[in-house]
């Protein structure tokens, strides 16, 4: 089974924070991708990677950045926490030439105080 | 991509069918359906996905109307497990770019 681990299930921050959010990936998946879940307003893409060092922005890309140095790990970045990025952040992989099959983890509940 | 258009909520009786269907009016011809779900507290799963024809795999079928306008995602014989928020999802395969919309929330009951 494909398995997507996210670093932490619960982080709470505090304004201004420096936030790095992990995501690792076991099965050489070339494709990753960072979305934020909010109520009433679903899933937002926020960046995605096709490979190694390659990185696109989704639609809410302001106020993060993404880096990937290996195939297996791509990790989000909040390079000065706001309130209004506390959400429910997802990541999820995929193989390449693989349609839109998506492999989510479980999810990291952000607050920012 | 073409929105999609799901009933808000549905209720099920253990062990019978649930069929959660979802209008796709202005689908064009190269665009997919694909069905995700998300069990409360854990990211979404893949479920299935089709472009004309039905298909079947161990979780589910996937009937798509000839005209593709709309689509029904059948679970056979649903259990608690399956109560969950269901997502239909029309788009162009390897755009990579999933949107989520609000999906049916499917309330699976003894």
């Known amino acids: 089974d494909v398995k997507v681990t996210q670093s932490s299930r619960y982080l709470v921050k505090r304004t201004g924070e420096k936030v790095f959010l992990e995501c690792v990936q076991d099965?050489?998946?070339?494709?990753m991708f960072w979305y934020r879940q909010d109520p009433g307003l679903g899933l937002r893409l926020i960046y995605f990677s096709y490979d190694v060092k390659m990185k696109e922005k989704g639609d809410i890309p302001e106020g993060y950045s993404v880096s990937r140095e290996k195939k297996e790990r791509f990790s989000l970045i909040l390079e000065s926490a706001s309130t209004n990025q506390t959400s429910m952040y997802l990541c999820?992989?995929?193989?390449?030439?693989?349609?839109?099959?998506?492999?989510f983890g479980p999810g990291t509940r952000l607050t920012v105080l | 991509d073409a929105k999609t258009t799901q009933p808000p909520s549905m209720d099920c009786a253990e062990g019978r069918a649930a069929n959660l269907p979802c209008n796709h009016s202005t689908i064009s011809g190269n665009e997919y359906v694909y069905w995700y779900r998300q069990i409360h507290s854990q990211g979404p799963q893949y479920i299935i996905h089709?472009?004309?024809n039905n298909e079947t795999n161990e979780m589910a079928s996937l009937i798509i109307t000839e005209d593709r306008k709309s689509s029904t995602l059948i679970l056979p014989h649903a259990t608690l497990r399956d109560t969950a928020v269901y997502y239909c999802?029309?788009?162009?395969?390897?755009?990579?770019?999933?949107?989520f919309g609000t999906g049916t929330r499917l309330q699976v009951f003894p």
């Open positions: 089709g472009l004309k």
């Open positions: 999802i029309v788009t162009s395969y390897n755009t990579d770019k999933l949107i």
């Open positions: 099965m050489d998946h070339e494709n």
């Open positions: 999820a992989s995929g193989p390449a030439g693989g349609g839109d099959t998506q492999y």
